[in-house]
């Protein structure tokens, strides 16, 4: 079964500083792994996504993610952090499916 | 049309009443998926339907719940009786055939639904 963890349900940084959102995947076969961001009362956005081609991916609005197997991890991390990216970020996973599994999200809160 | 839409955007009803909420997807987009988003929790899968066809329903929480697609675009979910625990922002994505994992799902901005 896949599942997807995301750790921190919310997270604070200040203007410049690193974001860095960390996500964990489960799956028993290779995976598809996403990042979207939803900002309030839209919808989800997609940042970036991970098909088995190179394994650091880059996003929309200056966002990377790392797959690690062996870590079974996907965060997301942008160098220098501005007001604009205040959201809450989503990870998911899909598996040989069109399903996707998504965590439950964090919420990034970004200071002045 | 340019994205996924959504109508309504907000909706609030009494408890027992029936809904229908409404997705309209990217045009030729032929994969289309309900999601739910309750407080504090991720998102959930409903059904997932490719054309006119729902081979998915599995996400479905109730037999109160339903989804319908016609002319492989529009779909229309619908809750009968609706419950308190109903409450959350419903949210539909669509793709492009075949619907694989590697096809990205566009989000429409949901509608959210609120039971008195």
């Known amino acids: 079964a896949q599942s997807v963890t995301q750790l921190g349900s919310h997270v604070s940084v200040s203007e410049g500083a690193l974001v860095l959102l960390r996500c964990n995947y489960s799956?028993?076969?290779?995976?598809?792994l996403f990042w979207y961001v939803q900002y309030p009362n839209q919808g989800l956005q997609l940042l970036l996504k991970?098909?088995?081609?190179?394994?650091l991916v880059k996003g929309i609005n200056g966002f990377e993610a790392e797959f690690k197997k062996s870590e079974t991890s996907f965060h997301l991390t942008k160098p220098s952090a501005h007001m604009s990216d205040a959201a809450e970020y989503f990870c998911?996973?899909?598996?040989?499916?069109?399903?996707?599994?998504f965590g439950t999200g964090t919420r990034l809160k970004v200071l002045a | 049309g340019a994205g996924v839409s959504q109508s309504p955007s907000n909706k609030v009803t009494e408890k027992g009443k029936d809904v229908e909420l409404r997705c309209d997807p990217i045009?030729?987009?032929?994969?289309l998926y309900w999601y739910r988003q309750s407080l504090g929790q991720g998102l959930e899968f409903l059904i997932y339907?490719?054309?006119?066809?729902?081979?998915?329903k599995s996400g479905l929480p109730s037999d109160r719940f339903s989804a319908e697609r016609t002319g492989g675009s529009v779909s229309t979910l619908t809750i009968q009786r609706t419950q308190q625990e109903d409450s959350a922002v419903y949210l539909c994505?669509?793709?492009?055939?075949?619907?694989?994992?590697?096809?990205?799902?566009?989000f429409g901005p949901g509608t959210r639904l609120t039971v008195l």
């Open positions: 339907f490719q054309g006119n066809s729902a081979p998915d």
């Open positions: 991970y098909t088995s081609a190179a394994t």
């Open positions: 998911a996973v899909a598996s040989g499916t069109y399903k996707y599994i």
């Open positions: 045009s030729g987009h032929t994969a």
């Open positions: 994505a669509s793709s492009l055939a075949p619907g694989g994992p590697a096809d990205t799902q566009y």
């Open positions: 799956s028993s076969v290779p995976p598809y």
